[in-house]
């Protein structure tokens, strides 16, 4: 299986905890995280060519190559997964990959994605807004 395709069978769940934790799962980290138009811009190019072969393009985890993956990859409109998930779990599988939280390793690392923290955020609201739909 090719890395692009690898690559993103994005979020089938992650943890980072530490500061500016919060009793919601999905509070988000406002100021100097809060991504910047280029970042959301780099964030949704990143989508189209990582995440849409396994998650498919509206995130129902119907990608192309989702056929191919067990466990399926993750369909980000399930509201239920989508209230009990962190942000900080969502980082955490986009940086370091299904594995590195005890998922798939399917879902693949994105070492690239460490020192851009507000393009990660924007991949965390573009995951988010699926669960809005």
């Given at each position: 299986m090719n890395r692009?395709?690898?690559v993103w069978a994005l979020a089938v769940g992650l943890g980072v905890g530490a500061c500016g934790k919060s009793d919601n799962p999905r509070a988000r980290r406002g100021g100097a995280n809060e991504p910047s138009a280029q970042a959301v811009?780099?964030?949704s190019q990143i989508f189209a060519n990582r995440c849409t072969p396994c998650h498919g393009?509206?995130?129902g985890g119907d990608g192309p190559a989702s056929q191919s993956l067990n466990p399926h990859p993750r369909n980000f409109h399930d509201k239920a997964w989508q209230a009990q998930v962190a942000d900080e779990h969502l980082e955490k599988i986009v940086q370091y990959g299904g594995a590195a939280v005890g998922k798939s390793p399917a879902m693949p690392a994105n070492p690239d994605l460490q020192s851009k923290p507000q393009v990660i955020q924007a991949?965390?609201?573009?995951?988010r807004s699926f669960g809005q739909k």
């Open positions: 692009t395709v690898m811009a780099e964030a393009s509206t995130g991949l965390i609201q573009k995951v």
